[in-house]
């Protein structure tokens, strides 16, 4: 099994841009909550605004033999501890919440 050997790449602006893609929104309201699978493109529009904050709790459920994939961008969050591509995805600041390495 070569997953571990996987390399992401970013997808070019021009062509999100271009109509190739179906781009699906959601008008979201202050306390609503999106969740998606981890392997999913996805994004948000910047926030211009001085006043209002966007804030984001972001959580990682992976599992069992999960091993970190390499990307050419910098990664979210954007810490991973000890974590090298190709390592399980255990470390201290990722604990095993249930289950077995």
């Given at each position: 099994n070569n997953n571990f050997n996987r390399v992401y790449r970013?997808?070019?602006v021009q062509e999100i841009d271009s109509g190739k893609y179906e781009i699906l929104s959601w008008g979201c309201q202050p306390g609503d909550a999106v969740a998606f699978h981890g392997k999913m493109l996805h994004g948000a529009a910047g926030n211009s605004s001085e006043t209002d904050h966007r804030r984001v709790l972001s959580v990682r459920?992976?599992?069992?033999?999960?091993?970190?994939?390499?990307r050419p961008w910098k990664v979210s969050p954007p810490f991973l501890g000890s974590l090298k591509p190709g390592d399980v995805f255990h470390d201290d600041i990722f604990p095993?919440?249930?289950g077995n390495i």
């Open positions: 970013d997808v070019p459920w992976t599992g069992e033999g999960t091993v970190l994939a390499s095993l919440v249930y």
